[in-house]
């Protein structure tokens, strides 16, 4: 069970948009920034959001971020067969004292 | 360029140990948190321990407490993770990665990983 809750699976077309959300706690989201990380099993691991909104150079704008209270959410337009992968929503939980992850996102681009 | 890259996983027996370490360079290593992350066979990823830049504050994950200990040497812009009284549970791709903290007002964003390095831990 994730401190951080993500739904397992979401799905779209190519073209569509997508949102992934991310429930928490006032101990992590609600009092930290928010990362989402893209993960294709098997390979290194890609930062796509930091700081709830911000996107590192390289990430393309149709990847976004959102938080609101103690949950976070991802957005992608714009949908590619190459954005399939797993995505994990994650911050700081002071009351753990623990970097926590989300349970993680399978996208799958129909 | 950044680069972080581990070694040092292997198979080993249950209640065995190993030591990975992780070398980066491309950015000032003394001045970043350090993490280890792992996931196992069909799971999600699993933080498991952190190191401040200094190495004065360290965190681990419940399940390693007492078992694992992350240490770091800013003269070799190196980061280990020192892996005592293994279970098969800890059978993971073990990645490193720059960041893993936040304050109330900073956060290290776990930015930069390596490519991972697989532990088994079986008879």
């Known amino acids: 069970q994730s401190v951080l809750t993500q739904p397992p699976s979401v799905s779209a077309a190519p073209g569509q948009r997508v949102t992934i959300s991310c429930s928490g706690s006032s101990s992590n989201i609600g009092n930290h920034y928010v990362s989402w990380n893209q993960h294709l099993p098997g390979t290194v691991p890609k930062l796509l959001i930091y700081?709830?909104?911000k996107r590192p150079s390289g990430i393309p704008d149709r990847f976004s971020g959102s938080k609101s209270g103690t949950s976070a959410t991802l957005g992608i337009t714009g949908l590619q067969t190459g954005d399939e992968a797993d995505y994990y929503c994650a911050t700081w939980d002071s009351s753990l004292s623990a970097w926590v992850f989300g349970g993680g996102t399978k996208l799958t681009v129909l | 360029e950044v680069q972080v890259v581990e070694s040092g996983g292997g198979l080993v027996q249950p209640g065995g140990s190993l030591r990975l370490s992780c070398a980066a360079s491309g950015f000032t290593f003394s001045t970043y948190w350090m993490s280890w992350v792992r996931q196992a066979p069909g799971k999600g990823l699993e933080w498991v321990a952190n190191?401040?830049?200094?190495?004065?504050?360290?965190y681990y994950v419940d399940s390693v407490k007492g078992r694992f200990t992350i240490s770091r040497d800013n003269a070799k812009n190196s980061v280990y993770l020192q892996m005592n009284s293994l279970r098969a549970e800890d059978t993971a791709v073990y990645y490193c990665?720059?960041?893993?903290?936040?304050?109330?007002?900073?956060?290290?964003?776990?930015?930069?990983w390596g490519r991972g390095t697989p532990v088994t831990v079986s008879s």
């Open positions: 190191i401040k830049e200094d190495g004065s504050e360290r």
């Open positions: 990665a720059r960041g893993g903290y936040c304050t109330t007002i900073s956060c290290w964003s776990l930015w930069y």
């Open positions: 700081e709830n909104n």
